[in-house]
């Protein structure tokens, strides 16, 4: 290996190490401010969805789906027939026409 000056000084140490130090902690402080800025938005994101939506939740409150849940069971409105043990269920007749296209 071939040396073309002399090794850095103490002074020159010294003052490498105070900037690394300095830019290191101006990289955490800058990471900090940048989480704390993405976590204030990420608040004010869910706080606008929750409500913007608060008229649909009041909606699914006020009228239920259509199955009725009865005692820890599912009652669904429909008709149905037992055929050699498989359940076929019925279709309305306007299931049954052809798709226009």
């Not at 290996?1 to 103490?10: D, F, I």
């Not at 130090?21 to 402080?29: K, N, Q, V, Y």
């Not at 008229?55 to 409150?61: D, G, V």
């Not at 259509?66 to 005692?71: C, K, L, N, P």
């Amino acid at each position: 290996m071939v040396q073309t000056g002399s090794e850095p000084g103490l002074l020159n140490k010294l003052l490498a190490l105070i900037v690394g130090a300095t830019l290191l902690i101006l990289g955490f402080m800058f990471s900090v401010v940048v989480l704390a800025i993405v976590a204030v938005l990420g608040v004010i994101g869910f706080g606008y969805f929750w409500w913007t939506t608060r008229a649909l939740r009041k909606a699914m409150r006020e009228r239920p789906p259509a199955a009725v849940f009865d005692e820890g069971q599912v009652i669904i409105d429909g008709e149905a027939r037992v055929v050699e043990g498989e359940l076929l269920t019925e279709r309305p007749p306007e299931q049954d026409a052809p798709i226009q296209r």
